[in-house]
C-alpha cells in the first residue's frame, strides 16, 4: 500500500546533514544559520504567565479562552490595524506549520483543487497541497495564476526565504483578483514583526481589504516575535465563515492549544517590550553578518524583512554550502525553496551574538 508520505517530497533537511558533520569539525565550533529556529531566552514575563497556568487538569478549547481570543482581536486591531476584528475572526493554531500543512485538507480540498504560492517559499504550502491531494502551483506573480480550479492562494509577506516584502498596492491587486475569481487569499505574515528596511503590511488592514475580511485570513504566530518557537503559539484571523467551519473540524480533530499556552499567549500578545528587544538583537546580527557576507563576496538580494540574507556569490548553492561548512557555518541552500533558489543560500539570524561575531569573524578571514 502506498504511504500517504510517498506523496511529500524527501525531508529537505536531511540532505544537510553531512554538511553539518563537516561543519561541526571545524576548531571554533559550529555557527549554524540554517534552520531559523529562536536561540535567546523565552521573554520572562511569558514564563511567568506558563507557569501560572501550570495547573491545569481540564482540557483546553480549540476556540481558545474568551481572554485569549480577546487577546488576538485586540492585537489585529492594534498592530496590525485591521477594523472589527470580534471572536469570529480568530482561531487559534497549534504552530502556523501545522495549519499551513493541513489547511487544504481541512478545507476539503481534492483532486482536481489547485493551492498557489510564490515560486520560491516555505516548502510546506507545497506539502499541505500534496497531503490534500491538490495540485500545487507555483506563481511568479498572483495575477498570473489560471483561475480554474485555485481554492488557496498563498501569499506570504515578508517572505521565507527571500525576505521580500510586498507593498500594499501588490497586496491589494491580489485580494481584488482572488475575490474576482473566488479564490480564498491566505496571507503568511508570521515575519510581520521583523521589518527593517520596509514595514510589511497586513493583508487585514482596511488599505487592503477594504475593511471587510471576506475571502481573506492572516496567518501569525509568536515563534519568532517572541521566542516561542517551543511553545507551538499561533493563530490565524480573518473570514468568519472559513474560520467557523475550521473551528468545527478541529474541534473533531481535537486540535487544542495546552491551555497553559494559551495564558502565555496573552501575555506575549500584551507585551511590546520583549518584541522591540528581540527586534534589536536581530537588527544588530543582520547588520553584522551582511557587512561579513559582503566582504566575502556575496551579494544580498530583499531580505529588506524576516530573518534571513537571501545571498549568493552566483554558484551552485551547494557549492557555497559545502564551502562555508569547511569555515564551520551552516546555511540553508536555496533549493530548498524552489529550483528557482539553487544559486543562492539563506542565512538565518538566529544565533546567539557570540555565534553570529564567530561567524562573521571567520567570512572576513
Ligand atoms: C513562512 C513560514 N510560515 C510558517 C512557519 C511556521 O512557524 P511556526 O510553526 O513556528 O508558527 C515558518 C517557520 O519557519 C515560516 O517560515
Not at 543582520?286 to 552566483?314: C, K, M, N, P, V
Not at 539570524?349 to 567570512?363: G, I, K, M, N, Q
Amino acid at each position: 500500500m502506498p504511504g500517504v508520505s510517498d506523496r511529500l517530497p524527501v525531508f529537505p533537511w536531511d540532505r544537510l546533514e553531512p554538511y553539518r558533520a563537516s561543519a561541526a569539525a571545524h576548531p571554533g565550533g559550529l555557527v549554524d544559520l540554517s534552520v531559523g529556529t529562536p536561540v535567546d531566552p523565552v521573554p520572562e514575563v511569558i514564563r511567568e504567565a506558563l507557569t501560572a497556568a501550570a495547573d491545569s487538569p481540564g482540557y483546553p478549547t480549540v476556540w481558545g479562552t474568551p481572554e485569549l481570543r480577546d487577546a488576538l482581536a485586540g492585537w489585529a486591531g492594534r498592530r496590525l490595524g485591521a477594523r472589527g476584528v470580534e471572536h469570529t475572526n480568530v482561531l487559534p493554531v497549534v504552530g502556523s506549520k501545522e495549519l499551513v500543512a493541513w489547511l487544504p485538507t481541512q478545507l476539503g480540498l481534492g483532486p482536481g483543487d489547485r493551492v498557489a504560492f510564490p515560486r520560491l517559499a516555505y516548502p510546506t504550502y507545497e506539502a499541505g497541497a500534496r497531503l490534500a491531494r491538490a495540485e500545487p502551483v507555483v506563481y511568479d506573480e498572483p495575477t498570473e495564476v489560471a483561475p480554474e480550479g485555485l481554492r488557496i492562494l498563498w501569499l506570504n509577506s515578508p517572505s521565507n526565504p527571500t525576505g521580500r516584502v510586498l507593498s500594499k498596492e501588490e497586496l491589494r491587486t491580489a485580494v481584488a483578483w482572488a475575490r474576482e475569481h473566488g479564490v480564498l487569499v491566505v496571507s503568511d505574515e508570521c515575519y510581520l514583526e521583523l521589518g527593517w528596511e520596509a514595514d510589511p503590511v497586513s493583508v487585514l488592514h482596511p488599505d487592503v481589504c477594504g475593511g471587510s475580511f471576506d475571502g481573506v485570513v492572516a496567518v501569525h504566530s509568536l515563534s519568532k516575535r517572541s521566542n516561542l518557537a517551543g511553545y507551538r503559539a499561533a493563530f490565524i484571523a480573518g473570514d468568519a465563515a472559513v474560520l467557523g467551519e475550521l473551528l468545527k473540524i478541529r474541534k473533531h480533530g481535537g486540535m487544542m492549544v495546552p491551555a497553559p499556552v494559551q495564558a502565555a499567549t496573552v501575555a506575549a500578545l500584551a507585551d511590546d517590550e520583549h518584541v522591540a528587544e528581540q527586534r534589536a538583537r536581530y537588527r544588530a546580527r543582520r547588520t553584522a553578518l551582511r557587512g561579513a557576507l559582503e566582504t566575502a563576496g556575496f551579494r544580498i538580494e530583499h531580505s529588506e524583512a524576516s530573518l534571513y540574507l537571501w545571498s549568493t556569490r552566483d554558484e551552485p548553492c551547494w557549492d557555497t554550502v559545502a564551502d562555508l561548512a569547511k569555515r564551520g557555518i551552516l546555511v540553508a541552500p536555496g533549493d530548498f525553496y524552489g529550483p528557482a533558489g539553487e544559486r543562492f543560500v539563506r542565512v538565518a539570524l538566529t544565533a546567539s551574538d557570540e555565534r553570529v561575531a564567530a561567524a562573521v569573524e571567520r567570512l572576513r578571514g
